[in-house]
């Protein structure tokens, strides 16, 4: 159990505070609010800004927005900063995703003044993607291990096709060859393991999903966020709504239900 405890704190560490706002956030550029708005478009134009923060008496108080400016001085066209816009540069990645879920922007604040912007296009950096790809990761793993506990002697082989089976034997003789020490089980791709699963009802109990079909369309999200992280593909555009339930659900992720909890996949039950 103590075993259990620690390695739970251990992986907490690591997916909450490992990387947090701070190692993603990009600095907000700023014009004290007497600037002239000719002066900031052309600023803005140049570097193709979209937006811009506004100082009052030397701090950031608000921005201005590039497609809102007319004559005279950037404070006639300044917008407040909601604190609803507002997150600490300290925040954990599941924090920011969750509140980019509301806003598409949001503004970073270091030791009480904002001082940063950060957005969904920002998600798209390395430690980002490492994070995610950390939690599929995780996630396949307990699938490695439900099948290993509860499919002894490479029982779990009538649920695969002769053809994965013939893969997966090809892969084992090379990495013999390579003199790696693995079983046949260690060279079955994610979508193998997810197969298996899907269709043993056992297993497949373990999961928070009754249903095979659904259990299978909600794997093949996060395999495809697998996919788009390994191949350095657009993975806002294609894989926000996993993003935002993996980030929801860290928590079970990270601890698994009682008894055998770590079978809890993490994937979304929407």
Not at 61 to 73: M, R
Not at 213 to 232: G, P, T, V
């Amino acid at each position: 159990m103590s075993q259990n405890i620690s390695t739970t704190h251990s992986l907490r560490r690591v997916f909450q505070q490992a990387f947090v706002v701070h190692d993603i956030a990009e600095s907000l550029v700023s014009f004290d609010d007497t600037t002239s708005c000719e002066k900031v478009r052309e600023f803005m134009e140049s570097r193709r800004y979209e937006l811009v923060g506004i100082r009052t008496e030397g701090r950031i108080s608000g921005y201005v927005q590039l497609a809102d400016l007319g004559d005279g001085l950037c404070a006639d066209y300044k917008k407040d900063i909601k604190e609803s816009q507002i997150i600490l540069d300290s925040a954990s990645l599941a924090e920011l995703v969750l509140r980019l879920n509301e806003h598409h922007r949001l503004f970073v604040s270091t030791l009480g003044s904002v001082g940063g912007i950060i957005s969904r296009t920002d998600l798209q950096k390395p430690p980002v993607r490492m994070w995610l790809f950390g939690m599929v990761t995780l996630i396949e793993m307990r699938f490695h291990r439900m099948i290993e506990q509860y499919c002894p002697g490479e029982t779990w082989k009538q649920f695969l096709s002769a053809g994965r089976i013939q893969k997966a034997e090809e892969l084992l003789t090379e990495r013999i060859r390579r003199k790696q020490d693995l079983d046949l089980l260690d060279c079955l791709q994610m979508s193998d393991k997810v197969q298996i699963i899907a269709r043993n009802e056992q297993l497949r109990s373990l999961t928070r999903y009754q249903s095979r079909k659904k259990f299978e369309e909600e794997a093949k999200m996060l395999e495809k966020l697998r996919n788009n992280l390994a191949h350095s593909q657009d993975i806002i555009v294609n894989d926000w709504r996993t993003i935002v339930i993996l980030s929801e659900r860290l928590d079970s992720i990270l601890e698994g239900p009682p008894g055998f909890r770590e079978a809890e996949t993490g994937l979304p039950d929407s």
